[in-house]
Structures are given as structure tokens and as C-alpha cells.
């Protein structure tokens, strides 16, 4: 194999010239003794690969079988996973223009069934959210299983995010109704009472305790941050007369927000736990069922993150959870940086967010989130309302094409539908525009050189991390500029991949890794083909067992140009596929 590689190494008393280091493990700066007086120097230096005179023997890989179970396999198992989708993707559309973005569906109703789901993995599904706030754990628990079922028998890959319910306000269900019409001046009344069955006419009732009161007078209701509107005209007891004024379709379980002289209300329900009783016991289920990543809705604080990710890592066989904070109140724009930083990832909850906050201040949050998150290097959904009218209608609107190439063009990772795959009439459909749009987009990015200036800071406090980060930003600056067709990371626990993806290149990033549940975490980065693949701490039997493999599924030929990275061994190898 001809292969170029710069191995970083230090240079203390001992380095032969040809001999790579494996990275230094001591994870400060100040106990790195013996170099911690002196400047420390690091080299790039270009050494064959083959030249090696101590390659490692061949190592013993413990990889997670799927199912739950941990094996032990040896290195040389002779089997790469790949999700059959991507890999079609991959074929079909070539190295460059595969897509890079990654799309959450969330499921209910409309696509809850076998074949439904199978039509969403086939469409370019890589994750699957299930909203606690609606449905029963058993109807979960069944979509969990037939997924899990699909990526089994079927070659998919789709992971699973579980979005807690959060203690937010919100209506009852409407009696089994879908939808009910609330016309401009008709009167409503708002309870707290339960109404077994028959619950009187325009009468809805709410989850929250508190809510008679809290509202006063004057005070305006919002349904779905501004569907639906009310003025309060009258209290009596637990109920709250209120009258329609702005008419419009009320939804089962829709979210409440009341505002006063301008201002969104919320000392009483801030009072309210982020993660409620009934929240914990989903997030046992979540657990139980391990799911791949759990958003937590109406997040406020670092705090709560931490406790939760302590609460998984107790809990948790692999504490392998991904906790994704849902940025969707005030509070949280506040403590953006510091949720972020707590949190694997967060989602730019726009429903929720566009009631708490003035609509035209949506898109700049938006803005802002995504840029704090890819600083951060941490993942980054944007959701809600991305093809609304694809609830009712097979086309978008322009706008709504303008929004989704929006959220493509500042680099999130992922796009979610909502309601349009939950219980709209098209979800495959607005799957397909959520994927053309991106591939569209993506190229678009990428054949007018808009390389962004974006600064990406140090993210790691050790040295060792702070090296990984510098191989991936220089790695992914060397593929863009020699045009290479692939990057390939081998990574145990994901860190390297997510630092490549972070970079964004113009190539597609292959991220090998030993675990199952890391290979499917890793479906939510921009740009990252996650593959599951038994491998050593020795790079060249690595790329060549990669490169024969890959070969004979027809995914790479003779000539490409790779650039290979490894948290194994720090270094940067470029060659051409032999
Ligand atoms: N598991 C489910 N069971 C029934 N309906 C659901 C389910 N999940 C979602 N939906 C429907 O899809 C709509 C959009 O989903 P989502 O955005 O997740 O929830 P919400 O509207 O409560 O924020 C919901 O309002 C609800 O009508
Ligand atoms: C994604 C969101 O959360 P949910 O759909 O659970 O309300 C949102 O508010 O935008
Ligand atoms: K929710
Ligand atoms: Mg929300």
C-alpha cells in the first residue's frame, strides 16, 4: 500500500524517528511530567506506514452484539456494518454528493405500522423520535420493537430518541376527537376539573393544577404559541371562562402559554420541575428500552442535565444514553452555553420556542444555537414546523422549502419532522423534500467553495484531547484542499468522528467504530457514515481489512483518496485505495 502519514510524536529521549507514540493518557497539562517545564514541541513527521517496526499484535476488540449483550470477537472479524440506506445513498449519488444532513421523523399515528417505518428508513430516516407527551408506554414500546425489528432483519440503522414530556402546560385530549374548530367570540371553558366522558360542550380541560390561579382577568391564552387565542373574561372556581379571539383548530393535548400586558407569565410554572414524576418513569422506560438519545423538554439550567446523565450512568448497562437538551424556553437561552456544554447535543425546539419568545426572535436563536453547538461540538436538530402544511398538503409552500434550506445552510446536523410524519396525510413525502432540499443545498455549499470561517475553539481540557482536535481540524482542512473522495476515522467511543464532522468538509466522513450503539449515536452528525467494524490498535491491517471490505460490497474502488485518522494512533494518513 503507498501511503503518506504524518504521525504526531513527541520527542523525549527515548523516540526512535520511525516509531509512532500512542497518545500520551495523562489527561493534564500540569502533571505531565517529565516534559512540564520545558515548551512542549510536536512534530509532523511523514513516515511510511509499512516502515513500522513494531507493529502491534493483534489485538482483542470487545464489541457490542446489538442485542445487549457484550462479545468478544476477534480483531480480524471479518464483517462491516453499514446502514442499507446510506450505503444505496452512497452508490447512487456518489462519495461527493451523498447527503450529509441527518433526518429525525417522529412517529405516531400516520407511521407507527411495520411498513410505514419501513418506508421512513428507506426514505432516509436515521432517527426515530418518539413524544412522551402523547400515546401510552405499550404503543411505544411497539414502534421501539418494530424498528429495532426492521434494523435486525432488514439492514437499517435508525435510532431511537425518546422526547420526555416535560411540565408544560397543556389541554386534555378532546374526547377522542382529532381536532376541534373554535370560532372567533364563541366563550370556552378552561378546567381543571377530570370530566369522565362527558365533558360538557366547548369545555377543555388542563393538565396543570395551578391554572385557575394563576390566570387572571385580562390575561391572553395562547394555544400552540399563538394558533389559537383567548382572552380570559371571568373565573369561577376551577374554571375559566374565556373568550375566542383568534379562531382556529384546537389540537389534542395542545401546549398553553398565558401572557400579561405583553409579557409571557411564567413565575408559577417555573416553579415546576424540567423533569416531572411522570418523566421519570418514561425515563426509566427509555432505560429499560435503551433508547439511543432522550431530549428533555423545557430544559432551564445545567443542572438538570447533569443530574439526569448521573441518574443514566447509574442506571444504564453501557451508559451509552445520549441526552439531548430541547432548547425551547426563555431560561434556556439564558444558560445556553452552559446547558450546551452539560448536554451530547441540543434541538432548537421552535413550537415551544415561538410562543415563549416574539416570533421574529425565532430565527436568530436559531442562529445562535446552531453556532454554540458546533463550537461546542455537540449535535444540533432543528425542529418544528419545518413542512407544516405537508400535515394536509403533498406539496411545501416556498417558504417553507426557504426554511429547511435555512437550517441546511448553517450546517445543523439533523432536521426533524413533527407533525407532518406523527399524523399528517404525507410523511414519505415530506421526507423526500427534507432530503432533497439537503443534498441540494449541501452541493450547492460545497461546488461554490463557501468554506465558512466559523472559528472552532478548543473544546478538550487534556493535551491529549486538544492533539485529536487539532489531527481532525487539519485533517478535514487536507481533504478540502486535495479534493480528496473520503475521510475515514476509526473511533471507539465516537469522540474523533464527531471532531471531523465538526469541521464539515467537503467529503464524506466513513466512522468505524466496535459498538453497535456508538455506530448508531453517531447517526445524528453531520456528514458521518457510521459503520460497525471489529478493529486493532494496528492502522495498516486496519486499512487494508477496511479497504478489502469495503471493496467487495462495492463501496470504494482502486484509486480513491482516503485521509485516515484513529484515536488509537495519532496521526494523519493520506493514500490512494490500492
Ligand atoms: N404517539 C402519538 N400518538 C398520537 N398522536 C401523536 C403521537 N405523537 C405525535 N402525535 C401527534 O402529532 C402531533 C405533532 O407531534 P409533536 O410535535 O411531537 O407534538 P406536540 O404537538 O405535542 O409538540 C401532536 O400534536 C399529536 O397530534
Ligand atoms: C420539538 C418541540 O417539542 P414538542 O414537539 O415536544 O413540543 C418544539 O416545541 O418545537
Ligand atoms: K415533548
Ligand atoms: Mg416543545
Sequence with gaps: MSSQSLHFFTPS????????????????????????????????????????????????????????????????????????????????????????????????????????????????????????????????????????????????????????????????????????????????????????????????????DGFAEDVQVGDELLVDGGMVRFEVIEKIGPDVKCMCTDPGLLLPRANLTFWRDGSLVRERNAMLPTISAKDWLDIDFGIAESVDFIAVSFVKSADVINHLKSYIAARSRDNDIAVIAKIESIDSLKNLKEIIEASDGAMVARGDLGAQIPLEQVPAAQQRIVEVCRQLNKPVIVASQLLESMIEYPTPTRAEVADVSEAVRQRSDALMLSGESAMGQFPDKALTVLRSVSVRIEKWWRDGKHHEAMELPAVGSSFSDRISEEICTSAAKMANNLEVDALFVYTKTGHMASLLSRCRPDCPIFAFTTSTSVRRRLNLQWGLIPFRLGFSDDMESNLNRTFSLLKARGMIKSGDLVIAVSDMLQSIQVMNVP
Aim: aromatic share 6%; net charge neutral.
Design 13 to 208: 529521549s527515548t523516540a526512535c524517528p520511525n516509531i509512532t507514540f500512542p497518545k500520551p493518557s495523562l489527561p493534564f497539562p500540569n502533571r505531565r511530567s517529565p516534559f512540564a517545564s520545558s515548551p512542549r514541541t510536536f512534530s509532523i513527521r511523514a513516515v511510511s506506514a509499512s516502515s513500522d517496526p513494531n507493529p502491534a499484535p493483534p489485538p482483542v476488540v470487545v464489541a457490542d452484539n446489538g442485542a445487549g449483550s457484550r462479545v468478544v470477537a476477534a480483531a480480524d472479524s471479518s464483517s462491516i456494518d453499514v446502514d442499507k440506506v446510506t450505503e444505496a445513498e452512497l452508490k447512487e449519488n456518489g462519495f461527493r454528493s451523498s447527503r450529509r444532513t441527518k433526518l429525525v421523523c417522529t412517529i405516531g399515528p400516520a407511521t407507527c405500522g411495520s411498513e410505514q417505518l419501513e418506508a421512513l428508513a428507506v426514505g432516509g430516516m436515521n432517527v426515530a423520535r418518539i413524544n412522551m407527551c402523547h400515546g401510552t408506554r405499550e404503543w411505544h414500546k411497539r414502534v421501539i420493537e418494530r424498528v429495532r425489528r426492521l434494523n435486525e432483519e432488514k439492514g437499517y440503522a435508525v435510532a431511537i430518541m425518546m422526547d420526555t414530556e416535560g411540565s408544560e402546560i397543556h389541554m386534555g385530549d378532546l374526547g377522542g376527537a382529532p381536532s376541534v374548530k373554535a370560532e372567533d367570540g364563541e366563550v370556552w371553558t378552561l378546567s381543571v376539573r377530570a370530566y369522565d366522558g362527558n365533558r360538557p360542550e366547548r369545555t377543555i380541560t388542563v393538565n396543570y
